[in-house]
């Protein structure tokens, strides 16, 4: 059927019908993309980020002095020793190092576990409703009866030491736990009450209609609506899974020798500030550091993901 113009209207001719048929639709992800790199505080975080993934993974063939005590003790920073030494005789930087890597590697792990499980667990309840979505509520509310460190407290007795002797590190337990116990709750519930509402979508009735399975209706056409707010979560949350990691083991109940990690190096100088302050101020300041690098890139994800923004 041939389109009838208004009279003395006409189409697009010349330069301008060629460039209206060169025009393609602006994509989603080249807005969310766009946002992000024109975030500032996004940039400085995804720098800090960058740069302290290779300070902790490619650290060690840089700097090769290792651990092990033996060399003067409390001695201040200096050029053989960039950072200065521990009341032993460790070198800080190398210290440092080993705390940045272990770190990294449990809140990466962390933020992982307790996202997949959070998200599966509450698209699963706000789904299926029933005995399902009664059964994850009661779960809910019987883990946050129980405070997340008093938990941890006792799961530590037994599972966060490392038998002597061996060399062998429990920061992988460390970050289980952490996810396990209460780090996947606000997401789970938070997709639990969006999956309720997109449940009653067009789109889900169609994709019922036409036989597709609930983990198909659920994995493939309601989870993608829910991405801003994992991302988002997933982000943020990994500057609070590393201060979680750096309090339990200030307090005695993470990591344990031999693994060196912050907040390990934090509670062995917190009573040597005044003999010792290189001891305690480089790994406080990496920690806040490396926190707010993630506090920034979370602001920015959610910016970014923001359909009202600009």
């Excluded at 007795?157 to 952490?178: D, E, K, M």
């Amino acid at each position: 059927m041939t389109e009838v113009l208004a009279p003395g209207v006409t189409g697009p001719t010349g330069p301008e019908a060629g460039a209206f048929a060169g025009t393609a639709a602006r994509k989603q992800w080249r807005t969310v993309a766009d946002r992000f790199l024109r975030h500032r505080a996004a940039m400085a975080g995804l720098v800090l980020f960058v740069l302290l993934l290779a300070f902790g993974f490619l650290g060690p063939a840089v700097w090769t002095i290792g651990l092990d005590a033996g060399g003067e003790a409390k001695v201040a920073p200096n050029l053989a020793h960039p950072f200065g030494t521990d009341r032993i005789g460790h070198d800080m930087l190398a210290a440092i190092i080993s705390g940045t890597r272990y770190s990294l590697q449990i809140a990466l792990v962390v933020a992982a576990v307790s996202t997949l499980l959070g998200v599966v667990l509450g698209a699963l309840a706000g789904y299926l409703g029933g005995w399902v979505d009664q059964a994850v509520s009661r779960l809910i509310e019987l883990i946050l009866v129980v405070p997340q460190l008093v938990v941890v407290a006792v799961l530590a007795r037994n599972s966060f030491s490392v038998v002597p002797g061996q060399t062998s590190s429990n920061w992988l337990t460390v970050a289980l736990i952490l996810a396990l116990t209460a780090s996947w709750l606000p997401i789970a519930r938070t997709i639990r009450g969006m999956v309720l509402s997109l449940r009653e979508k067009e789109f889900v009735e169609a994709a019922q209609a036409s036989g597709a399975t609930t983990s198909r209706i659920v994995f493939r056409h309601i989870l993608p609506n829910t991405l801003a707010p994992v991302l988002v979560y997933a982000t943020i949350q990994l500057g609070a899974f590393i201060g979680a990691e750096a309090t339990l083991s200030f307090l005695g109940i993470g990591l344990k020798d031999p693994v060196v990690s912050w907040g390990v190096m934090i509670a062995e100088s917190q009573d040597r500030v005044a003999q010792i302050p290189h001891a305690i101020l480089f790994p406080a300041g990496f920690l806040v550091i490396t926190v707010l690098a993630f506090v920034m890139l979370g602001d920015a994800v959610r910016d970014a993901l923001d359909p009202r923004g600009r």
